[in-house]
């Protein structure tokens, strides 16, 4: 922590950390992991762009992860193809796009850094947009908390409530843009989305209520992006690559042991019944 870039890099982890945690609760209930894949690979052109005429990433990103969002609603909405199809397509042409991009200009990006992270390389005005980003995500999320909940639920439920279930939608999507454009500038554009998928699913296999698997999500996401941040610089590897093992070997360890969910404690349930079973036959 006496060094400068140590500091920033904890800060941008921590907050994308936190932002991508609380979404993937959502993501994961909602089992939209392909949507927040495909958002994840689509912001890569945007960022190009952005440096290429010299604006922020998260304007770039952000527009783009709006754009890929809108594309992939009016592709499904064309009745043409299933939703599934719809992101595939999306997602596809618009990393493509961002690689062709590069390729035309490959002084001006360092490929491997979008794609992979530079969390040691964030400079203050990077860390400035990542911090605002993940406060939008954060406090979106929290705001609405109740009304989103019911729509990740029981949809049908929280239209006959009142609540406008297509906005509550886009306001969702919104955030997934949003966490995106946090998260591509720790982990990169290709493994953004398991900042935004891990957490969520983690901490279903523990919690029992939105609200602890809330919390739980963003302890995940905080001891993984701590644990991998410190490992990476000490062993000289890659910090984003190295947070996602991270984070995969906490949803490991909760896949295992979990107590009511885990692969373990099941087994050893189900034994146990067939034995009073066989004891009482």
Known sequence: MSYEFMRRALLVVAASGVAGALLSC???HMGWSLMGDAVSH????????????????????????L??????????????????????IVF???????????????????????????????RDSDLVQVLAVSAFTVIVLLVFRR??????FDRLHAHTMGLRTRALTGLLLATLATATV?????????????????????AQLVADTMRGTMILAVVVALVGGVTGLY?????????????????????TAAQLFAPRRGVIPRA????????SGMMAA
Not at 182 to 202: E, F
Request: no cysteine.
């Open 26 to 28: 959502w993501l994961v």
């Open 67 to 88: 754009v890929a969002v809108t594309l992939i609603g009016a592709v499904r909405e064309s009745g043409t193809v299933r939703e599934d199809a719809a992101m595939g």
């Open 147 to 152: 009304d989103l909940i019911m729509l990740a």
């Open 231 to 251: 490992a990476g610089y000490y062993a000289d590897l890659p910090p984003g690559p190295v947070v996602v093992l991270a984070q995969a070997v906490i949803f």
């Open 182 to 202: 946090a998260g591509v500038q720790s982990v990169g554009v290709i493994l953004v989305v398991a900042t935004l998928i891990i957490p969520g699913a983690t």
């Open 268 to 275: 050893a349930a189900g034994a146990r019944a067939r034995r």
């Open 42 to 65: 689509a912001v890569l052109p945007g960022v190009v762009i952005a440096a290429l005429i010299g604006i922020p990433f998260a304007v770039g990103a952000l527009v783009a992860a």
């Open 92 to 122: 596809t042409a618009l990393f493509s796009l961002g690689l062709v991009l590069i390729a035309r200009f490959p002084s001006q990006q360092d490929l491997h850094s979008i794609l992979f992270g530079s969390v040691l390389g964030v």
